[in-house]
């Protein structure tokens, strides 16, 4: 009941000044190779404060803590959250989708206010969502899409399609700078079946690379294209390391140049250079390929310095878990967060609404300036 009236009394306020001003909606049209710039996300003040603050208690399931970019996400959330005086409960569960199922229906049972998730498996959560949906439960999506489920009220993530055809462009631009004018002998990487992201991805790369796959300017030798064959279950460097092994080993004994890789993910990018040097290829020569990436990994930044990994593609956390934060204190206060797409996301029950943040290519010839100027890493991080 306290928070009822809370809840009640903070919305009258908000319905009294509504005249008094109003809000502005960014524009995702940016340049992606530009440095990330203070209007780029909501500012972490952005929403209306909510009073009692520490009465709220925030469930935050992220999915792994084996990803570098998971534990900058969740740990910045928890930090602007705690900071603004709620109670906060953030939870890996490793991969393991039972584990996460768990870690959920565990803060559900502790009384939680609101959820924020980033699913492993965004279509497994449906039947635990409605029921906390239907208890006033808010469910907030974080950067992967929770399918099948009219629970989940807003999506805070990046312009995924956007980050594909990133990958796709920096792939042909390393192409064309290291291998000439072509033809080009490339081989395709996806993300996780289970992941609603490796859609758009995939599907932004393709919007670049599909017309000269037909022209014939790119061949892929192992003839794996689809979907369905490329993709990488629960984006292990591992599994992408093996299935890198054997398209070599089918497709490329005869010294057959291999020019690219399409990867979407530093951590597969990795797995694929080690198959790559296994196999013989020698970075720094002219017969390495150009292979991509995404999350700006320090590891893989170190590599893009030594020339191992070409590009990668910045997704700032801390701009991510602002517009997070934001949308929490906004459902708290009985208010409307920041939006700025309503057409994109559709999870199969409805169009969520959405905050899509920029994402950035980030090469050698950028990443002072777009990772290490802007703190997003620190020399520490990439000795």
Request: hydrophobic fraction near 40%.
């Amino acid at each position: 009941m306290k928070k009822v009236i809370l809840s009640l009394l903070v919305f009258a306020m908000v319905f009294a000044l509504v005249a008094c001003g109003g809000t502005t909606t960014p524009s995702t049209s940016e340049s992606a190779s530009a440095a990330p710039s203070e209007s780029a996300a909501p500012s972490e003040s952005a929403s209306a404060a909510v009073s009692n603050a520490g009465d709220y208690y925030v469930g935050i399931a992220m999915p792994t803590q084996s990803s570098e970019r998971w534990i900058k996400d969740g740990n910045k959330m928890k930090e602007i959250l705690e900071a603004k005086g709620y109670q906060v409960d953030l939870q890996y569960a490793e991969d393991d989708i039972p584990t996460q199922k768990s870690q959920i229906e565990n803060m559900l049972a502790k009384g939680a206010d609101v959820l924020v998730i980033a699913a492993i498996d965004g279509s497994t959560l449906s039947a635990t969502l409605d029921q906390a949906a239907k208890d006033g439960v808010k469910i907030i999506s974080y950067d992967r899409l929770l399918v099948d489920t009219d629970a989940v009220s807003y999506y805070a993530t990046f312009d995924n399609r956007k980050v594909g055809q990133l990958q796709a462009q920096s792939l042909l631009d390393g192409l064309k700078a290291k291998k000439g004018d072509g033809p080009y002998n490339i081989e395709l990487f996806a993300g996780s079946p289970d992941d609603t992201n490796s859609f758009y991805f995939y599907s932004g790369a393709m919007d670049v690379l599909q017309p000269l796959i037909d022209d014939g300017t790119i061949k892929i030798p192992s003839g794996q294209i689809k979907q369905a064959d490329i993709g990488t279950l629960r984006w292990l460097g591992e599994n992408a390391q093996a299935r890198m092994d054997a398209i070599l080993a089918a497709n490329y004994t005869d010294k057959k140049p291999l020019d690219g890789v399409l990867s979407p993910y530093d951590g597969l990018s990795r797995g694929i250079i080690s198959s790559l040097v296994g196999f013989g290829f020698e970075p720094g020569t002219d017969n390495w390929p150009i292979v991509t990436g995404q999350d700006a990994e320090a590891a893989s930044i170190k590599m893009i310095i030594t020339g191992e990994q070409y590009s990668t593609i910045l997704k700032d956390t801390r701009e991510l878990a602002a517009v997070a934060a934001n949308m929490v204190e906004a459902v708290l206060s009985g208010t409307e967060p920041e939006i700025n797409d309503t057409t994109t996301y559709n999870n199969n029950v409805k169009i969520v609404p959405s905050y899509l943040l920029v994402p950035y290519t980030v090469t050698v010839d950028n990443y002072k300036e777009l990772v290490m100027d802007s703190g997003y890493l620190t020399e520490d991080d990439i000795k």
